[in-house]
């Protein structure tokens, strides 16, 4: 069966330093990969996605990149974290271009 | 017009009631939907997937597709103190998911 992994599970960071989120999956291959991100009482926006290794597509500029250095390996980044870069940050994966499964998510405060 | 529209509630119901969580959608090119269950600081997780109008049964769980009417809705029969989550519906869109914005519900005992 497939597995989706997140690390780490919470973070606070100060504004200004770096950031690194990892997700991984188990169980599949050439899965497509979703970077979304979830603020307080808010639904869920999509930053990122990627088809295959070293393809990336953004979907709202904004301080964050993503790479996918390996086929169930995708990693969101940030240079300088902003205060409204807090929120909630969930990797998901699919198959067929439908459903989608969700990871534990990481939660991020900036301070 | 967003694409997906759900009230974000919330919505406090007794133990035993039935639940009736709704999308409307304005893009009539939709084929599949689906709804997703939320817990509390946790990923959403997959609930029920339609693909069709007309309704799909599991368990306490029914998803209704009118899409004559662009409207879906969720009902949950016999709703329990562990029903207490947000419902998201979902749509899938060219390789993504366009997502209602939830509906937060409580169920109590």
């Known amino acids: 069966s497939q597995t989706i992994h997140q690390w780490p599970a919470t973070l606070v960071q100060p504004v200004g330093s770096p950031l690194s989120l990892e997700c991984t999956v188990e169980?599949?291959?050439?899965?497509?990969l979703y970077w979304y991100r979830q603020a307080a009482g808010r639904g869920l926006q999509l930053l990122f996605y990627?088809?295959?290794?070293?393809?990336i597509s953004s979907e709202v500029p904004q301080n964050l990149s993503a790479s996918r250095p390996q086929d169930r390996q995708f990693i969101l980044s940030s240079k300088k974290l902003l205060l409204s870069d807090s929120g909630f940050y969930l990797c998901?994966?699919?198959?067929?271009?439908?459903?989608?499964?969700f990871g534990p998510g990481t939660r991020l405060t900036v301070t | 017009q967003k694409e997906v529209e759900q009230d974000p509630g919330p919505l406090s119901v007794p133990e035993g009631a039935i639940v009736s969580l709704n999308c409307t959608y304005s893009?009539?090119?939709?084929?599949?939907f689906m709804w997703y269950r939320q817990y509390s600081r946790k990923g959403p997780e997959l609930l029920m997937y339609?693909?069709?109008?007309g309704n799909k049964e599991d368990g306490r769980f029914t998803a209704q597709v009118d899409k004559s009417s662009k409207y879906i809705s969720l009902f949950i029969r016999d709703s329990q103190p562990s029903d207490s989550a947000t419902y998201l519906c979902?749509?899938?869109?060219?390789?993504?998911?366009?997502f209602g914005q939830g509906t937060e519900l409580s169920v109590k005992p």
């Open positions: 998901a994966w699919t198959l067929d271009r439908g459903e989608q499964y």
């Open positions: 169980g599949t291959s050439n899965p497509n």
């Open positions: 990627s088809v295959g290794i070293g393809q």
């Open positions: 893009n009539s090119a939709f084929q599949y």
């Open positions: 339609t693909y069709s109008s």
């Open positions: 979902a749509l899938p869109q060219g390789g993504k998911l366009i």
